[in-house]
């Protein structure tokens, strides 16, 4: 397998971050923010009328929240600490919703007293925390999903209700005096199976009708999470055909009468946007005869690349030489055996990779420098420069 720079980044561009990367010393991410700035425009054009709730998580640099800022996003926060950046930056709170599930009373009270006014919840402690906390607010039920096995990065299970629960949870809402305000799901993160959005649909489609009938509680909001593609070894669909299929699946079943609808991306803004770059620290074999190289690099499960767990997310891997290409076992610098990129799915790399080389892990933008640990080892966090 070889990596051709033109499947993720016109050429032109490219040049660009590598002429920058080529002047600093490795390990860092660097970002173009022009190709950010394309992802937001490609989404808001794929699905006109929804609001665009960026997921901080994926990347929580200031440069990135200012840029998403300027150009009108609003912002799912997760935690007090993310609440404090982005209101830092001058976002105000009827742009955020507190999109995790899990979370203190005291956090939820901190959030409503800075104006935060939509929360998450998939369970009645925390529904009824809400209540104590943030008196009026509107509420959301995430409800589980299927498709973990066509996600790469799965985000349910641990996250979500059954559809009963869901019910219960939004009529009890109502009777603590909150505002029983819609659903949310994730189908998980990059989601390689588009047909996961028609059956969360579907499902919450059942949930609006029931509570309508039966309760008389209407319902005006779908949060349908994140899961768009970002651009690694195994293939997705294109944005704009997971726009499409999603489009017809919500008119099916809500016809041209829409509700708000919500879309809380990360990875698909923000992963192409993104280069890490790494230098081979050393190249050895096992034994006399090992027909398997290792490759080491100055990056790994520590700095950034914790997605690379169970070999889950593929990252494509660049780099200058060329020629016969070998399999190799990809592994970062610490002193932990856990700290393996790729073993099992085999990359190959020109043989004549050496120490000092310099590889390119391409589409890194999203999910590694916020991953990365604070001292292990005594490795600094990983950096990135923005462009
Ligand atoms: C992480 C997360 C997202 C972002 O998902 P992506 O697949 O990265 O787009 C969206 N919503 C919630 C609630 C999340 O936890």
């Not at 509570?211 to 997705?236: C, H, Q, S, W």
């Not at 055909?241 to 879309?263: C, M, N, V």
């Not at 290792?294 to 060329?322: A, N, R």
Request: aromatic letters at 12%; glycine letters at 6%; a negative charge.
């Amino acid at each position: 397998m070889s990596i051709k720079i033109e499947d993720y980044y016109p050429l032109a561009t490219f040049n660009k971050m590598k002429a920058f990367a080529d002047k600093h010393e490795t390990p860092f991410v660097v970002i173009d923010t022009a190709i950010i700035s394309q992802a937001y425009d490609d989404l808001r054009a794929g699905f006109e009328f929804a609001k665009v709730y960026y997921a901080v998580k994926a990347n929580p640099a200031i440069e990135v929240i200012e840029l998403l800022r300027d150009k009108g996003s609003s912002f799912d926060i997760a935690s007090i600490y993310e609440l404090d950046k982005v209101l830092s930056a001058g976002v105000s709170p009827d742009r955020m919703s507190y999109g995790n599930t899990i979370k203190k009373a005291r956090d939820i009270r901190y959030f409503y007293d800075k104006g935060v006014r939509m929360f998450a919840t998939d369970s009645e402690a925390d529904l009824r925390n809400i209540a104590k906390a943030a008196p009026g607010a509107k509420v959301y039920v995430r409800i589980l999903t299927e498709g973990s096995t066509t996600a790469d990065w799965p985000l349910s299970r641990k996250f979500g209700c059954q559809a009963d629960m869901a019910m219960d949870l939004l009529i009890l809402a109502r009777d603590l005096g909150l505002v029983p305000y819609g659903l949310s799901f994730h189908v998980g993160s990059q989601q390689r199976d588009i047909s996961a959005w028609d059956a969360a649909i579907a499902k919450v489609k059942v949930i609006f009708e029931r509570l309508k009938e039966e309760d008389g509680i209407v319902l005006k909001l779908i949060n349908m999470g994140g899961g768009f593609p970002a651009n690694y070894i195994t293939r997705t669909n294109s944005l704009e055909t997971y726009a499409e299929e999603i489009i017809r699946f919500l008119k099916e079943d809500f016809g041209d009468d829409l509700p708000e609808i919500i879309l809380e991306p990360g990875r698909s803004l923000i992963s192409n946007a993104g280069i890490l770059v790494s230098e081979v620290v050393l190249v050895a074999r096992k034994s006399r005869t090992a027909v398997e190289r290792w490759v080491y690099v100055d990056v790994g499960k520590f700095s950034g690349l914790i997605e690379t767990m169970d070999e889950s997310i593929k990252f494509p891997i660049w780099t200058e030489k060329k020629g016969e290409m070998e399999e190799v076992v990809i592994a970062g610098p610490t002193c932990d055996s856990a700290d393996i990129m790729y073993e099992n799915y085999k990359y190959g790399l020109p043989l004549n990779l050496a120490i000092g080389d310099r590889m390119y892990w391409l589409s890194t933008g999203a999910y590694t420098t916020s991953y990365s640990a604070v001292e292990f080892n005594g490795f600094p966090p990983l950096k990135s420069y923005f462009l």
